[in-house]
């Protein structure tokens, strides 16, 4: 039975965000199996049957209603995992200490993904609660690992398909195109992701005694990451664009109604200019086409004032966004290839390939894309704008490939959310909105001819 969960919706919420279920690191293992622990009380005490299934990483909770034959079967799924906090001193309220300021919550994981997985739980515990039914069969699949590529996901999906059979996903962990603006995204880029390590002399030595003479290892790590592109933003990487589909005329000019453009871009970063591939515009170059990003890079010596040092080794971590119809893996051996090329002698290069996942693209005119922007409309008001996503949630062409099945993406969090970033944020409205999008969402849904 449903209880009659009496906390309000923010304050369950602020109990979610204080676990630091930092999926990437192990010293914040305890904090992320607790959370899982709290995802799956919190399903029960809404009405579903849950289950924390351990895995070589972090548990995956499925929970469920009591299915009911001749019901459509809905496949929610989110992830209860988060980014890393760094660069800590940013924030100004510790980031695993929600705290709420006019209307928004700031917290690690308020946005990504804590408050858009609670609203939908919320949602079917509220209709439990007041119809003592609901129109569709539900399953939610929460995970703790999406962060760092969902490596434990396929294996897992592969082993329950029979219990996860559906008939379709839906998923909010992305944007609205802006603040109340119903929004449909039909699309994920992919990502891959990878290590370069560069090693020089056998230790850092004096950059007088020995500087030029020896090959200085951050010196050829940022050589090799400038050869990614060239001055037009075009990704150097031979191959790199053979397999991206073309964005056709109508999807550019549907594009044109999005708000992203280039004053906006400047108003969310703080660049004074926009820089990227050149003949695209911002919207087109954040989520119609691929791209190549140093996400870290590092070597010799950071701390205060100078050292005349000649580091023996430096860094660098990568990923490449992609598009239908790349695939990370043939990309990562392409990358490969292209840095062992440019790589000068007198250094050892090794290459790590990370986490990946492909691109998604669906139709966002099927009668469950349809069925899921009149849910949007009824939750917001207004037209519903459909868009791609420029992130990526891996597990979703799995979704298509294991269970056969396409994802809904039904973004709740707002494009200044701050996601991955310090001082990240979610407005209670959008949580109460989120629980409303559920109930017209299900409803929408079970009126699908499956
Ligand atoms: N919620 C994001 C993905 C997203 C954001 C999709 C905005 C569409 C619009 C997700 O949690 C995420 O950040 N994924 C990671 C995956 C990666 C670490 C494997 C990403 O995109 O960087
Ligand atoms: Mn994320």
């Not at 791609?388 to 056969?404: E, N, T």
Request: one cysteine or more; charged letters at 25%; glycine letters at 10%.
């Amino acid at each position: 039975m449903p209880s009659s969960d009496s906390q309000k919706p923010l304050d369950q919420l602020l109990e979610f965000l204080r676990f630091a279920s930092i999926s990437t690191n192990p010293a914040n293992n305890d904090d992320t199996r607790r959370c899982a622990d709290w995802v799956a009380a919190k399903l029960e005490s809404v009405g579903l049957k849950a289950e924390v299934h351990p895995t070589p990483g972090h548990p995956v909770i499925v929970g469920r209603s009591a299915p009911q034959a001749g019901r459509r079967t809905v496949l929610i799924y989110g992830h209860y995992d988060v980014q890393p906090v760094d660069p800590i001193e940013l924030w100004d309220a510790p980031p695993f200490e929600p705290v709420v300021k006019d209307g928004v919550v700031f917290a690690r994981g308020a946005a990504d993904n804590k408050g858009q997985i609670l609203a939908h739980i919320l949602g079917v515990g509220e209709a439990l609660r007041e119809d003592g039914d609901l129109p569709v069969n539900v399953i939610f699949l929460v995970e703790g690992e999406e962060e760092i590529g969902s490596p434990n996901l396929t294996p897992f999906l592969e082993k329950h398909r029979d219990e996860l059979r559906c008939d379709l996903v839906a998923i909010s962990d992305s944007e609205m195109a802006d603040k109340g603006v119903p929004t449909f995204t039909y699309g994920l880029r992919g990502v891959a992701a990878m290590e370069v390590r560069v090693d020089g002399p056998a230790m850092d030595l004096h950059s007088g005694l020995f500087g030029g003479a020896v090959a200085n290892p951050a010196t050829t790590v940022a050589r090799l990451v400038a050869t990614l592109h060239d001055d037009k933003g075009h990704v150097q990487v031979e191959g790199f664009y053979d397999a991206v589909r073309p964005l056709e005329q109508w999807e550019r000019d549907a594009w044109k109604s999005l708000p992203l453009n280039e004053a906006k871009l400047r108003e969310l970063t703080g660049v004074s200019e926009g820089w990227g591939e050149a003949g695209y515009s911002p919207i087109e170059q954040t989520t119609g086409r691929p791209t190549a990003e140093v996400n870290g890079i590092g070597g010799g010596y950071q701390g205060p004032g100078s050292k005349t040092v000649l580091p023996a080794h430096a860094m660098a971590k990568l990923t490449f966004r992609l598009v239908p119809d790349q695939q990370p893996d043939a990309i990562l051996d392409l990358v490969e290839k292209h840095f062992r090329k440019h790589c000068p002698p007198g250094v050892k290069l090794t290459i790590e390939k990370g986490h990946s996942g492909p691109p998604y693209l669906m139709d966002a005119q099927s009668p469950d894309g349809l069925a899921a922007q009149r849910a949007l409309e009824q939750t917001f008001g207004g037209k519903t704008l459909c868009n791609r996503g420029g992130g990526s949630i891996p597990i979703v062409q799995a979704f298509k490939d294991i269970l056969g099945v396409e994802t809904m993406l039904l973004g709740l969090c707002l494009p200044d959310c701050r996601a991955h970033s310090p001082n990240e944020n979610f407005p209670v409205e959008n949580l109460h909105a989120g629980i409303r999008l559920n109930r017209a969402l299900l409803r929408e849904l079970a009126a699908v001819k499956g």
